[in-house]
């Protein structure tokens, strides 16, 4: 074990957490790190269940504590590549991006010589003065979009602004506000949609609404903007961070999000492909608030629809 660390964090096993497996808990208190990268700290001993090297499917006992030693971070291979950042607000502590459609956050595992994705443009943009907390493969990266989501994205340009927003999005203290456009004409104008999310059993690649003993809990708020024609333009407000929940949440209720590849339909996909030229999901991350590390003042963001997503609503409004 390398003795060039710069954190190490400890935390009590919870009773909800008694009997889950310890890459799938350090995920819900680290959710700016993959499974894989936590898997691979649990492998090389830095993470310690009572005081022991554990493993990675290890189901954590009644309260146990779990220590968690973050090493100096490898260093970088990725390549630095100027992609003209949209730069919403930058500071010396942290970075807002309005990310672009169909751009990854970072490279797969093993996909370390990619250039193309969101992590190789803030390398252009910030030099490698970033934080490395979140891994070699994910330097400032504090939380995750898809790659078919628009929308506004924080880096950390330090240790300590990682830390503390980390801190926040485990806490759920950043609010994060989403626009879609559903199929279907949903009601109540307003609502909540809670139920646990975990992997798809019928299709590992894919998340699904399970029960609770599979998955996690999650929660999803809206809000009807408009209605046009027989679909739904929503404002969401995610209290939780699961993979794909929006996407997974409003199918399950029988409103899947227009374009989506994956959980929406195809036919009205090709529909909205042919009359309005949108290919991609319509989801856009349109706000964002949280309390900035050093200043501790509330900072809020917010995003317009791009003009993909924009141009389909106006041209639904015009009766198209």
């Known amino acids: 074990m390398s003795k060039d660390l710069v954190q190490k964090e400890s935390f009590v096993a919870t009773p909800e957490e008694e009997g ?21 700290l649990i492998k090389d001993g830095f993470v310690m269940v009572s005081g022991k090297p554990a493993k990675s499917s290890q189901q954590l006992g009644p309260r146990q504590k779990i220590t968690i030693t973050f090493p100096e971070a490898k260093s970088l291979n990725l390549k630095p590549k100027d992609m003209n950042l949209d730069v919403v607000f930058e500071d010396k502590d942290l970075l807002v991006i309005n990310k672009p459609a169909g751009l990854v956050v970072h ?9 193309d994705s969101l992590v190789n ?61 559903l199929v279907g004409h949903l009601e109540p104008s307003k609502g909540s949609i809670e139920s646990p999310i975990g992997r798809d059993p019928a299709n590992r690649k894919k998340m699904a609404v399970v029960r609770e003993t599979e998955g996690k809990m999650a929660i999803t708020k809206y809000r009807v903007l408009e209605y046009l024609k027989d679909f739904t333009l929503v404002d969401i407000s995610l209290l939780t961070g699961r993979t794909h929940q929006i996407r997974v949440h409003f199918t399950s209720i029988g409103f899947p999000l227009v374009g989506d590849p994956m959980y929406g339909r195809e036919k009205m996909n090709k ?3 042919k009359e309005y030229g949108l290919t991609r999901v319509f989801l856009h991350a349109a706000r964002l608030s949280f309390t900035h590390p050093r200043t501790q003042k509330k900072e809020e963001f917010e995003c ?7 141009s389909v609503v106006t041209e639904m409004k015009a009766g198209k």
Request: glycine share 8%; net charge positive.
């Open 121 to 181: 443009a803030i390398l252009h943009h910030c030099g490698k003065d970033l934080s490395g907390i979140g891994g070699v493969k994910r330097p400032g990266i504090v939380h995750r979009l898809d790659k078919d989501t628009s929308g506004l994205i924080v880096v950390a340009k330090n240790d300590n602004a990682h830390r503390s927003l980390t801190d926040q999005f485990k806490n759920r203290e950043v609010k994060k506000n989403y626009v879609a456009l």
């Open 271 to 273: 529909y909205f492909d």
């Open 304 to 310: 317009p629809l791009p003009p993909d997503l924009d």
């Open 107 to 115: 490279p797969g595992v093993g996909d370390t010589h990619s250039e």
């Open 20 to 40: 889950q497996r310890l890459d799938k808990v350090l995920q819900a208190h680290f959710p700016s790190m993959s499974r894989s990268f936590l898997q691979v």
